[in-house]
């Protein structure tokens, strides 16, 4: 499955901080169940490319895996020998970006201006992570889409849960990344997926 495929899909990425290798699957089973077609392993998770590589081989051409926080080029290369296909950062580093996409593989890079949006475009990002959400809200999304490529999705992360989805979708959001409210270290299987089926309802009624 494509990154294209899965923003078509489904745009909502989760984000499994904290997951460990033996819950990675059945958690990843979850949310493809349930709808889900890009999930991501932060790289301050216990052992996160083992669960890369475990959820990547499980959920092949049913969903799209990779990472999260990845801050080097060296974690690239660990994504990509695990078999991920996805970088998602907390920042814009055009190195890092630039790697990825050497590595064909997709990048989507956290920004929170205007000048980080286009840097990260101009290194060959594929998708915009607005990030903290928290410290932009709405209006500033809806201010930053009116001057970015239409083209661009951008994916608020950070403290969005299904009630918090409307206004930012309105203000030109293209999908999420969802960390603690779809997922907590500890959670179960059956736990993810009640919250996952909230997430995918709210989106759903939101697009149609």
Known sequence: MTFADAMATLPLVAILRGVKPEEATGIGEALVAEGFRLIEVPLNSPQPFDSIRLMAKALAGRAVVGAGT?????????????????????????????????????????????SEAFAGLKAGADALKLFPAEANPPPVLKAMKAVLP??????????????????????????????????????TAADVAAKAKAFVAAWTKLKG
């Open 150 to 187: 239409k083209s661009v999705a951008v994916l608020p992360v950070g403290g969005i849960g299904p009630d918090s989805m409307a206004a930012f979708v309105e203000a030109g959001a293209g999908g999420f990344g969802l960390g603690s409210a779809l997922y907590k270290p500890g959670a």
């Open 70 to 114: 990845v801050l080097k080029t060296t974690d690239v290369d660990g994504v990509a020998a695990s078999g991920g296909t996805l970088i998602v950062m907390p920042h814009t580093d055009v190195e890092v970006i630039a790697h990825a996409k050497a590595k064909g593989l997709t990048a989507m890079p956290g920004f929170a201006t205007p």
